[in-house]
């Protein structure tokens, strides 16, 4: 059973754009192409709110990941800068970074001195993230779930909230755990599907939504139709009207 959530779309799937929003041409493209969510990594390096999935090493001017160096020394896209070249309803789903504690609070900062009227959605894996700002209303808080220890502990953190949400690999999801999200009224967005074999094994489960990567995947479910969350939505309602 779907789940509506607050801050995004009332139809099914979800579809969100892997990194789409890390670079302004890639984040044009995918808001033209109709995706419902951008994903952009968020990392604070030198008071900055830096857009970039890759990793600083240091006083060393590279930036990296595992299979990648690039030059540290090029101009970084920043948060301020993505929301600017991005019309206010786009949704973003940004995905913390790093350890710093000031980060959560501000990225929503920011948000609400740019753009106060759009979605402030976070995720992280780094879940003090996401507790630091539990107390705020207005922030959508996803719970990132890559690996068995995470799918075991969040449980409790999902029970406390009023609209709970998670981004879980492919690899963690069964019926089983797809079962108790629904009870629970969780909101799940699925990453590491590659293949249309993995996105209808995950959606014959019942996750809202797949993160996937420009590609062939994306091409086949922006083809598809998708249906209302909620059949008794004032949106839809209107539109039988």
Known sequence: MAH??????????LIVAHRAGNDIDLARQAIDRGVDMLEADVWRFNRRLEIRHLKTMGPVPLLWDRWMLAPGWTPRLQLHALLEATPIETRIMLDLKGEDPMLA?????????????????LCSRIWMHLDRVRDDPDIHRIYSIGS??????????????????VSIHKGLMNPSIAKRFDQLGVTSISWGAYTRDDARMLLDYGVDGLTVSEGPLLDWLMDQDRIPANPRSPDLQEKQS
């Open 4 to 13: 509506p959530h607050p801050a995004l779309p009332d139809h099914r799937p």
């Open 105 to 121: 609070t501000l990225i929503a900062q920011t948000i609400r001195d740019i753009q106060p009227e759009r979605h402030i959605i």
């Open 148 to 165: 068995e220890e995470e799918r075991a502990t969040v449980w409790s953190r999902l029970e406390a909230m009023e609209h709970p949400a």
